[in-house]
C-alpha cells in the first residue's frame, strides 16, 4: 500500500505543485516507486481546456508517464462560477470516482503525493474541501504548507491546528515554503514556544527563490489576454516580473520610486508617454500599457532598443493589476532541477516519511 504524503494549506500560491515536484525528484532518484495525485484539477476556463497545467507538466516531465490524466487528477473543476458546475447532490458521487482513481494509481507504488486543492477551505460548500477527500481517502495524516514571512504565519499555523482537530485529522507536521532569507532565524526562534511544543514537527524551511516564483512576462501577457506590440519581444518573454508598478503620478516623484525596484512591470495608460519613458530608463522587465490605446512611436522605438517588450491590455489599468495579482506562475522545465535541490536540502526526510 501506497504511503499518502497529503500537501494542504490555508492560502493560495504557496508552493504546493513546485513542493510536489521536488518531492517526486528525490524520491524516484531514491529508486522508491513514487506517483503523483491531484484530487480536484483546475482548469483555466470553465469550457475551455479541462486539463490543469501543473498535472499535465508534472506528468510530462517529471513522472514521464503514460497514466491517464483522468486517473491522476480525477475531477476538473474551474476558479469560476464552479458552484453553478458542480452538483452538490452528487458530493458521494464525485468523491467515489475520486476514490477510484486514487486506489488504481497507488497499486504497486510505495509513495503516492498528493496536492490538495487551493486551499483548505476550496470547494468545502460542495463537500470536496481538502479534508473530507482525505478522510473519504481514508487518510489522516496532512502537511501543511505555510508562506507568510512575518509572525502571522504563527496564527495561520494555529488557526489550521484548530480547525484540523475540529474536523479530526492529524497535523502531521509543517513546511515553511517561499520564506524571506531574513525571517528563516525568526521561524527558528518561534518553533520551539509556539509549534514543536504541540508535538508538530516542523519539515521543512524552504527559502524564497526569486527565479522561481515570480511570474516570466510571456505569463502575464497570456494571463491578462494583452497583445505584444514591439518587435524584440520574444527577446525578453522570460524576464522575470519581481515587482508590479502603478505608473500614475507625475514623472519626477514616478522615476524616484522607479529607480528603487527591480525586474519591474510597469502598467501605465497608453496615453501616458512620459511615464513610459522614464520606466524604459530603469530596471523595467516588461512595460504594460492599459486601455488597449496605442503608445506614441518614440516610445516604441527607445523600447526596442532597450529590448524591453511592451505588452497592450484590453482592461483599464485597475482590472489589469488585479488579473496580474492572480497570475499563478508556472513551472517551466528549466525549474525542475531547482525544486530538488531546494527540497532535498531543506526539508527533513526522516519527518517527511515517517
Not at 477527500?133 to 488557526?159: M, P, R, T
Not at 532565524?185 to 524564497?208: M, S
Not at 506562475?329 to 528549466?334: L, M, V
Amino acid at each position: 500500500m501506497a504511503k499518502p504524503i497529503y500537501l494542504v494549506s490555508l492560502r493560495e500560491h504557496v508552493g504546493k505543485s513546485l513542493l510536489s515536484i521536488g518531492i517526486l525528484q528525490k524520491l524516484q532518484n531514491e529508486g522508491k516507486k513514487v506517483t503523483y495525485f491531484k484530487p480536484i484539477g483546475v482548469p483555466k476556463g470553465a469550457f475551455s481546456n479541462k486539463a490543469d497545467h501543473d498535472v499535465g507538466f508534472i506528468l510530462s516531465a517529471v513522472l514521464k508517464s503514460s497514466k491517464p490524466y483522468d486517473i491522476v487528477s480525477p475531477l476538473s473543476i474551474p476558479e469560476s462560477y464552479y458552484l453553478d458546475l458542480v452538483d452538490t447532490e452528487k458530493k458521494e458521487e464525485y468523491l467515489s470516482k475520486i476514490k477510484s482513481a486514487y486506489e488504481k494509481i497507488s497499486e504497486g507504488m510505495d509513495y503516492i503525493i498528493i496536492e490538495g486543492s487551493a486551499n483548505i477551505r476550496k470547494f468545502i460548500r460542495v463537500g470536496l474541501d481538502d479534508v473530507t477527500i482525505a478522510q473519504a481517502l481514508g487518510i489522516n495524516d496532512l502537511i501543511y504548507i505555510e508562506k507568510v514571512s512575518s509572525d502571522k504565519s504563527i496564527d495561520n499555523f494555529f488557526f489550521t491546528k484548530k480547525y484540523f482537530d475540529f474536523r479530526n485529522v492529524n497535523f502531521k507536521g509543517i513546511i515553511f515554503n517561499k520564506i524571506n532569507f531574513e525571517y528563516i532565524p525568526r521561524i527558528k526562534e518561534l518553533a520551539a514556544d509556539h509549534i514543536t511544543k504541540f508535538n508538530i514537527p516542523i519539515i521543512g524551511i524552504v527559502e524564497n527563490r526569486f527565479e522561481l516564483w515570480n511570474a516570466r512576462v510571456s505569463e502575464i501577457q497570456e494571463y491578462i489576454g494583452g497583445e505584444f506590440i514591439n518587435e524584440p519581444a520574444s527577446a525578453g518573454l522570460n524576464n522575470r516580473v519581481e515587482n508590479y508598478v502603478i505608473g500614475a503620478m507625475n514623472v519626477q516623484p514616478a522615476l524616484k520610486y522607479l529607480r528603487q525596484v527591480h525586474n519591474a512591470a510597469v502598467v501605465t495608460g497608453g496615453d501616458r508617454t512620459d511615464l513610459a519613458m522614464a520606466a524604459l530608463e530603469t530596471d523595467c522587465s516588461c512595460l504594460i500599457l492599459t486601455g488597449f490605446i496605442q503608445p506614441d512611436l518614440t516610445v516604441i522605438t527607445r523600447a526596442n532598443e532597450k529590448g524591453i517588450p511592451i505588452i497592450l491590455s484590453p482592461s483599464d489599468t485597475y482590472t489589469t493589476i488585479r488579473n496580474m495579482e492572480n497570475l499563478k506562475p508556472g513551472i517551466q522545465e528549466d525549474e525542475v532541477k531547482i525544486a530538488l535541490d531546494l527540497v532535498e536540502n531543506q526539508l527533513d526526510w526522516d519527518e517527511l516519511l515517517k
